[in-house]
């Protein structure tokens, strides 16, 4: 390997961020060693470390590049080990206030819909096929090893009852908490950074069901957006062994209840019928599962005038979004996608990896910026904590009025689902054209 930047790579935490990042890590360390708390399922099964894996998750299509990337093969397998192709736009019907349903067009791409268990298994074993990795599990890391000149040189963790030490040029926090990258800042004597929270307190409660045969039907899955009033919102994904895979979820503790009456009578609440049709004679496989989440959390790391060297945290780490909008998989590796980019320029320069952390917070602020103006919209309900943007109610005039005109324009709808996927940038809907549109048509809702 030509491109070395350093012996040995540590990743703290084997979620779909710390597995994406140990790959790319791999191409530039002789080896590379992820730790991982849980023990890991045989299967592809919930793991104790992550309660919420048993909630829906979505890949959107940017999130799947990225990982293909990485993983060139996972596309495939992921449809081996029973993944679900579905056709965007296309299979899964979208109801969102004031458009129920959206049209159903065909804009020429697919995603993948899965369990989180299926796709951290699929992600998990390809890892395993590196030579240079190494997958250890049941590791709990206690603290960061600090040289004097404070940058990060190891690690100290616990396994099988004992306390060990483990050398490493560079040390990534996917731990999802932070708390190591916390406390290290802290050992270092620099300050933390300063956080931006969006209180929601959302609460979901998900359900696996045998698909009832209903040739009538005219789609695969199901996502029904909460209106302002109600904050109760839910999807169905087709997943693995011909099931789907139900969430339904409320704002501010307004949650389903875990029984399964209940469940579906709370799905009855909705503004549609769409999917208490579906689950209401829909046999339950296993349990309904809760989770409750607090809030969406930024991290300011780029804002910090100092950070040791060795030390890279990543994904929720940094920024964690409400699980609603589907974006914490795929922001993660796009993500990891910047990191790549980074090691690519610093091959062959000297002290290569000084100054890492602070350039890789730059560079992905591009990365955040949109998924997190999308967490932001959950302030249209009344009781969201935190500071609501000055230009909110503008914005969300605006994203309004863009959804109407994008439920009539076919190419609108289709710049609207690149934005959403993670494909490009929102500024494609600031085009002097779409603006005009837009325009007129708030114009003619006032």
Not at 22 to 49: C, H, I, Q
Request: aromatic share 8%; with cysteine; hydrophobic share 40%.
């Amino acid at each position: 390997m030509t491109n070395l930047l350093g012996t040995h790579a540590i990743v703290i935490g084997a979620g779909i961020a710390g597995l994406a990042a140990a790959k790319t890590l791999s191409s530039y360390f002789e080896s590379v060693t992820v730790l991982e708390r849980d023990a890991f399922p045989e299967r592809a099964e919930p793991r104790v470390g992550t309660p919420h894996c048993r909630q829906a998750h979505v890949l959107l299509r940017a999130g799947l590049q990225e990982l293909l990337a990485s993983f060139p093969d996972l596309e495939n397998e992921l449809e081996r080990a029973g993944a679900v192709r579905t056709r965007v736009a296309v299979d899964v019907l979208i109801e969102t206030p004031g458009i129920d349903p959206w049209p159903q067009r065909d804009f020429g791409f697919d995603t993948l819909c899965m369990t989180r268990p299926l796709l951290e298994f699929v992600v998990r074993s390809l890892t395993r096929k590196q030579a240079n990795i190494a997958l250890q599990s049941q590791c709990r890391v206690k603290s960061l090893q600090l040289a004097a000149d404070r940058r990060v040189t190891g690690l100290i963790y616990e396994h099988s009852g004992a306390t060990r030490r483990m050398s490493a040029d560079l040390v990534v926090d996917a731990s999802s908490l932070g708390n190591m990258t916390l406390e290290t800042l802290d050992a270092c004597g620099m300050p933390r950074p300063e956080e931006t929270e969006i209180g929601v307190d959302i609460v979901y409660g998900t359900g696996r069901f045998r698909i009832p045969r209903d040739e009538s039907r005219g789609w695969m899955g199901v996502i029904h957006r909460p209106a302002a009033v109600s904050g109760r919102g839910g999807f169905v994904f087709p997943c693995e062994d011909e099931s789907w895979q139900v969430t339904l979820n409320g704002m501010h503790g307004d949650g389903p209840p875990d029984d399964l009456p209940g469940f579906v009578a709370f799905a009855k609440t909705f503004r549609t019928s769409t999917i208490y049709d579906a689950v209401k004679d829909a046999p339950l496989l296993g349990s309904i599962h809760r989770f409750v989440f607090p809030n969406s959390r930024r991290r300011r790391f780029e804002a910090l005038t100092a950070f040791p060297n060795g030390l890279l945290p990543i994904g929720d780490v940094i920024c964690r979004f409400n699980p609603a909008f589907g974006q914490g998989m795929t922001v993660a590796a796009q993500e990891v996608g910047v990191l790549r980019q980074l090691l690519d320029q610093r091959v062959g320069t000297p002290s290569a990896l000084d100054g890492l952390a602070p350039a890789f917070f730059a560079g992905i602020q591009n990365v955040l910026a949109a998924p997190w103006s999308v967490a932001e919209s959950d302030f249209i309900y009344e009781k969201t904590r935190g500071a609501r943007p000055a230009d909110f109610v503008q914005r969300m005039k605006f994203s309004g009025a863009l959804q109407r005109v994008a439920a009539e324009d076919a190419d609108v709808h289709r710049l609207l689902i690149d934005v959403n996927h993670l494909l490009v940038p929102p500024t494609v809907l600031r085009d002097p054209q779409i603006v005009n549109k837009v325009s007129a048509r708030m114009a003619a809702s006032t």
